[in-house]
C-alpha cells in the first residue's frame, strides 16, 4: 500500500493536555512497519481517523488452539467445496476493504473545516535523480539545526557595529532615495516673549539628531504637553480645556511611531511637534545600563514607506518622474529633543496638572498640560539624492523556482545600529551560510529562496519599497512570503510577531519546536502560554508602517512577518548614538548570542516549510476570522445606519461567501492526490495570491499605495469606514479633528467606502472560490 503522505493537521490552537495518535507507514529499510506520531488536539474538536496495523494471518494448524476440539477429517464433499469457500471469503473482504476506504475518504473531506496546514510527515523529495533517498521534515530539522553556529552570530553582530552604517555608505549605485540626510544650518529651538521677540536659542544637545522628511521653516506657539500624541490624547486635552491648535506639543517617544504623532498633531492643527525620550518608558533596573538624559532619539516623519518624493514609482537609475510628493509627508516641522532639555520645558508650563498616566520620571513637580510660554522651533533640514544598495542572494528551487520565499534584513542604521540593523544581518548571513551548507548535504527545496540585504531602511523603508515598486507586476504573481530580521533582538522578556493572519498558524506550529532563549526545558510556545493561555492575544501583533513586512502585504499583497523580542519597559537605544554591541550585550545580560540563535532557529524552520511543504501552509481561512471580529464594532451603528435607510447585509454576505469558498477548497484539497503536481501547482496558486486578493482593485496605487482593505490607509479600507461611522455619534461632541468634524458624516461617502470594502472582499472569496463557473452569485 503506497505511504500515507501529506497527512493535514488541525490549525486551530492545539491543547498540550490532549493528544492523538497517527500511525504512519514508514518506507526503506523498515518498510511495512508502523510506527507512532504523538499530535496534539484541541479539546472539543472531534476526534481524527486513526489508523491502525491490520495483520493477515494464515490457517492455524488443526488442534493447535488450546480449549478446541479437534475436528472430525472433511468428506470428500466438503474438500470439492473448499475452493468455492475461500473464493467467496475473498470476495467479501475485497468488497469490505473497498467500502472502508471509500468511507475513510469521505471522513476525510468531512474534518475538512477544521484542518489546515501541512503536517510534519510530509516528505521532502531531494531530486530524481538524486541517491541519497527521501528526506522527512525531521531529518530536514535535525540537519539545519545541526550547521546553524551560535559562536558565529555574535561575532557578525559586533563586527559591524564599530562604526556609523548609514544609508548609502556602500556606494553602490542600484536605486536612488531622496532624503534629508544633511543641513543647511543647525536647526533651533528658542524662548519668544509676548511680544514676539525670540530670546537665545535652547541647547540642542544631541545636535546631529533630526527628523528626516519635517517640513522646514518656523513654527512660533504656546507649548502644550501631549503625552504619547495618539488621537485619544489630543481629545484629552481638550476635554480637560486645553486646545492643541495653534500650538508646539511636547510628546513622548513611544506606542507610536514619529510620523504618526506629527500627523495627529497636524490634523489637530498644532504648528509643531517635539519629541522627547521619558525615563518612565525606559528600564530602571540598576543593573541594566540607561539612555542619557542629554541624548535625543531619532526618527522620519514620513507616514508612509518608501522615496516620498516618488510616491507609487520605483526610483531606479536616477529615473525622473514628475515631482509629486507623498501625502504622508507632513506639512508642519519635527525636531527630536533629549530627556534634559524637555525637564527645562515642562518647568515652563502652567494649566491643569496632568492625568497619574500621563505623568512621567522627569525630576521636579508634577507634569501639567499648559499651554506654557511661547516656543519658535526652525528647522532647516536639506534635502539631498543619494545612491543607496541593495544585495541579494538566491538558492534556485526545484520543482518551482519561478516561486520566491522571500527573507531580509536592514543593513543601515542611525548610529552604530546593533539592534536596528547588526542583529538582523547577522541572523540573515547566518542563515545563507546554513542553507547553503544544507543544498550541499542534499537539501533541494521546491520553491527558489531569496535572501536581501536592504538599504535606506532608516528613512522608511526605502530599499525594500522601491524594490517593489520596480517589480510590482511580477512579485504578486511569485512572491510567496517575506519573513522580515529587522528589530528582532530589543530584549529577551518577551515575543511578538508581527504578521499577516495567513502566517498564525504556521508561526503556531514552529513556535512549539523552537527551544526558549531564557526558560530551560521550555519551547518559545510553552514560555507565552505560561503569560497568557491564549498564545495568540500574547504573540501576535499586526504589521506596522515602520516596517519593511508592511509594505510587502499592504502594498503587493504578499503575506509578511517580523520576529521581535522585547524588554519591558522597552530597550532605550534604539534609533540612538548609543545602540552599540556593548549597550544591547550589557541589557540582556549576556544572553544575546542565545536570542539571537532562537531568531534563527525560528525563521530558518520557517523558510523550510514555506519553500518546500508540498501545499503552502497558509490558513486562508483566517480572514473570514478578521472579518467577524470587526463586524462587532460595526454592528454597533446598525441602528444609527437603519434609521438613514443604511444596511451593512452586503459586508455580512461578502464575509459569508468567502468562508464558503475557504471551506470548499480545503475539501477540495484534502480529497486530491499530493503526488499530482498540477493540481498541487493549481491549489498553491490560489492560496499565495489570496494577500493579493484583499488589495484593492477599485483604488489607484499611485493615489493609495496601500491598497490593503485590513491593513491600508484610505477611504476603501475598513478602518476608513470604521472610522467613519464614528461620526454618527461624534458630530457635536468635540473630540474629532476639526477636519472631520467639519465634514461629518455624509451618507454619498459611506455608501462608496461599503462598496470598495464589500467588492474587494467579495472579490477575493470569487478568487479564492475557483473558476468562475463554479461561482453561483446574485447580482
Not at 489630543?234 to 491648535?245: I, K
Not at 518559545?524 to 495568540?536: G, K, M, R
Request: proline residues 7%.
Amino acid at each position: 500500500m503506497e505511504r500515507l503522505r501529506g497527512l493535514l493537521q488541525r490549525a486551530q490552537q492545539l491543547s498540550p493536555q490532549r493528544s492523538q495518535t497517527i500511525y504512519k507507514r514508514v518506507e526503506g529499510p523498515h518498510q511495512g512497519h508502523l510506527e507512532e506520531e504523538e499530535e496534539d488536539r484541541e479539546e472539543g474538536t472531534e476526534p481524527p481517523v486513526h489508523f491502525s496495523p491490520m495483520e493477515l494471518k494464515g490457517p492455524e494448524p488443526l488442534g493447535s488452539r488450546a480449549g478446541l476440539p479437534n475436528l472430525t477429517p472433511w468428506t470428500a464433499a466438503g474438500r470439492r467445496a473448499a475452493p468455492y469457500l475461500v473464493l467467496t471469503a475473498l470476495l467479501i473482504f475485497t468488497g469490505a476493504f473497498l467500502l472502508g476506504y471509500v468511507a475513510f475518504r469521505r471522513s476525510c473531506q468531512a474534518c475538512g473545516d477544521s484542518v489546515l496546514v501541512v503536517s510534519e510527515d510530509v516528505n521532502y523529495e531531494t531530486g530524481l535523480d538524486s541517491h541519497q533517498g527521501t528526506l522527512y521534515w525531521s531529518d530536514l530539522q535535525a540537519m539545519f539545526l545541526r550547521l546553524l553556529g551560535e559562536g558565529r552570530l555574535e561575532d557578525t553582530i559586533s563586527s559591524p557595529t564599530r562604526e556609523c552604517v548609514g544609508a548609502g555608505r556602500e556606494g553602490a549605485r542600484a536605486e536612488t532615495l531622496t532624503s534629508p540626510l544633511r543641513r543647511a544650518r543647525p536647526n533651533t529651538l528658542r524662548w519668544v516673549d509676548a511680544t514676539g521677540r525670540a530670546g537665545e536659542p535652547l541647547p540642542l544637545e544631541d545636535p546631529d539628531a533630526y527628523c528626516p522628511y519635517s517640513a522646514t521653516g518656523n513654527a512660533t506657539g504656546k507649548l502644550v504637553y501631549a503625552h504619547y500624541g495618539r488621537p485619544e490624547d489630543l481629545q484629552g486635552l481638550r476635554a480637560r480645556g486645553v486646545e492643541p491648535a495653534g500650538c508646539l506639543l511636547l510628546v513622548r517617544v513611544g506606542v507610536t511611531s514619529f510620523a504618526q504623532k506629527v500627523a495627529n498633531a497636524q490634523d489637530f492643527g498644532a504648528k509643531g511637534v517635539l519629541i522627547y525620550p521619558d525615563p518612565a518608558d525606559f528600564s530602571q533596573d540598576p543593573h541594566k545600563p540607561g539612555l542619557s538624559n542629554h541624548r535625543a532619539v531619532y526618527g522620519h516623519v514620513h507616514l508612509g514607506t518608501g522615496d516620498p518624493y516618488t510616491p507609487g514609482f520605483p526610483s531606479f537609475n536616477q529615473t525622473q518622474f514628475p515631482p509629486v510628493a507623498s501625502s504622508g509627508l507632513p506639512g508642519i516641522p519635527a525636531q527630536p529633543i533629549s530627556a534634559d532639555i524637555a525637564f527645562r520645558l515642562l518647568r515652563k508650563l502652567k494649566g491643569p496638572v496632568a492625568p497619574q498616566e500621563w505623568q512621567g520620571r522627569l525630576p521636579g513637580s508634577p507634569y501639567r498640560l499648559g499651554p506654557g510660554p511661547g516656543l519658535r522651533l526652525e528647522v532647516n533640514n536639506h534635502r539631498t539624492s543619494t545612491p543607496i544598495s541593495n544585495i541579494f542572494g538566491c538558492i534556485e528551487g526545484l520543482a518551482e523556482p519561478d516561486h520566491y520565499v522571500v527573507i531580509g534584513a536592514q543593513r543601515d542604521a542611525w548610529g552604530p545600529g546593533a539592534a536596528k540593523s547588526a542583529v538582523g544581518t547577522a541572523i540573515l548571513l547566518e542563515l545563507v551560510r546554513t542553507f547553503s551548507s544544507m543544498v550541499s548535504n542534499g537539501f533541494q527545496p521546491r520553491r527558489s529562496l531569496l535572501f536581501i540585504s536592504w538599504d535606506g531602511g532608516d528613512f522608511g523603508s526605502v530599499g525594500s519599497t522601491e524594490w517593489l515598486e520596480g517589480y510590482l507586476s511580477v512579485l504578486h504573481l511569485k512572491a510567496v512570503a517575506y519573513v522580515s530580521l529587522d528589530n528582532a533582538v530589543l530584549g529577551d522578556d518577551k515575543f511578538h510577531a508581527k504578521t499577516s493572519p495567513l502566517l498564525i498558524s504556521l508561526i503556531e506550529n514552529i513556535l512549539k519546536q523552537v527551544d526558549s532563549p531564557n526558560h530551560s526545558g521550555q519551547t518559545l510556545y510553552e514560555q507565552v502560554v505560561f503569560t497568557n493561555p491564549s498564545w495568540d492575544a500574547e504573540v501576535i501583533r499586526p504589521l506596522p508602517m515602520d516596517s519593511s513586512a508592511y509594505s510587502f502585504t499592504a502594498f503587493a499583497g504578499v503575506p509578511a512577518v517580523e520576529f521581535s523580542f522585547l524588554e519591558d519597559p522597552a530597550y532605550p537605544f534604539l534609533h540612538t548614538k548609543e545602540d552599540t554591541y556593548e549597550n544591547l550585550h550589557k541589557m540582556l545580560q549576556g544572553r544575546l548570542p542565545a536570542v539571537a540563535q532562537a531568531v534563527a532557529q525560528l525563521a530558518g524552520q520557517i523558510l523550510i516549510r514555506l519553500s518546500h511543504d508540498h501545499l503552502l501552509p497558509f490558513d486562508f481561512g483566517r480572514y473570514g476570522d478578521v472579518v467577524l471580529r470587526h463586524i462587532g464594532s460595526l454592528n454597533e451603528f446598525s441602528g444609527d445606519l437603519k434609521a438613514r435607510g443604511l444596511t451593512l447585509q452586503w459586508v455580512y454576505s461578502a464575509r459569508g461567501d468567502y468562508i464558503r469558498a475557504a471551506e470548499k477548497l480545503r475539501k477540495e484539497i484534502y480529497s486530491s492526490e499530493e503526488r499530482d503536481e498540477r493540481l498541487m501547482r493549481m491549489y498553491n496558486v490560489r492560496i499565495m495570491r489570496v494577500e493579493y486578493y484583499l488589495l484593492s482593485q477599485y483604488v489607484s496605487p499611485a493615489d493609495f499605495p496601500f491598497r490593503h482593505i485590513f491593513l491600508g490607509r484610505g477611504d476603501h479600507t475598513l478602518g476608513a469606514l470604521l472610522d467613519h461611522l464614528q461620526l454618527l455619534r461624534s458630530n457635536n461632541s468635540g473630540s474629532s479633528p476639526k477636519w472631520s468634524q467639519a465634514l461629518g458624516f455624509q451618507e454619498s461617502r459611506f455608501r462608496r467606502q461599503l462598496a470598495l470594502l464589500t467588492w474587494t472582499l467579495q472579490g477575493a472569496a470569487n478568487a479564492l472560490g475557483g473558476d468562475v463557473w463554479n461561482i453561483d452569485n446574485n447580482f
